[in-house]
């Protein structure tokens, strides 16, 4: 709700104006600043896009990967299927290596949401070795 | 939709290219048997070690059914190498 909005309802709870009159204000303030889009509106990124440029190790080197949304969230489908024996014995040697992550706790549905808004990130290094850049289009 | 070609590109040190394009579809009719048998060993595996076979099924063609649109291209100095699935 922005702020003349919520100024009008104020007016209208303490009685300066009636609520047709605010009804009106609020008409007249939609019709000059218009809704946003719907968030489901907008287009979808379909690839995640991993670039580097580097000029380190004798000359110029370049990476550029290309990987499908949909890819992410099949291989992150994939990882359901592990065995709890075989995520017990991850987690030990997880443990032992001095990185304390519980993998029985990370579920498919968590992963994929966090695949879901993937499309927001935007990664940008820019040093003198060279630039990387991470991002969705 | 599966993928349909997949091109690989390389270009050595002495800055040779070579380009090889792999058209899936036929590639798979024309390894079949062996596919065949990779699967029944997967089930077989997928058996062993307590593995749902109907969805490690599901999941891989998941994975072949995404794969399309894939690119990895590195370059360093001379030589470079390319994969793409369209």
Sequence with gaps: ????????LQMLAEGKITADEAERLIDALAREQPEPAAPGSKVRPKYLRVLVNSTELGGPGKVNVRVPLQLLRAGVRLTSLIPQD??????????RSGVPIDLTQLKPQQLEDLIEHLDDITVDVDSPEGKVQVFCE | MIPQLVTVRSRGRDGRRRRFFIPVLPVLLVLSPLLL????????ACVVFRIN?????????????????SQFEIEEGRTAFLVSVR
């Design chain 1, 1 to 8: 709700m922005n702020e003349q909005r919520r100024q009008v």
């Design chain 1, 86 to 95: 075989a995520l017990g014995q991850v987690n030990l040697q997880l443990h």
């Design chain 2, 37 to 44: 048998l990779a699967v029944l060993a997967g089930l077989v």
């Design chain 2, 53 to 69: 076979p109907g969805g490690a099924l599901r999941g891989v063609g998941q994975v072949l059914l995404a794969l399309p649109g």
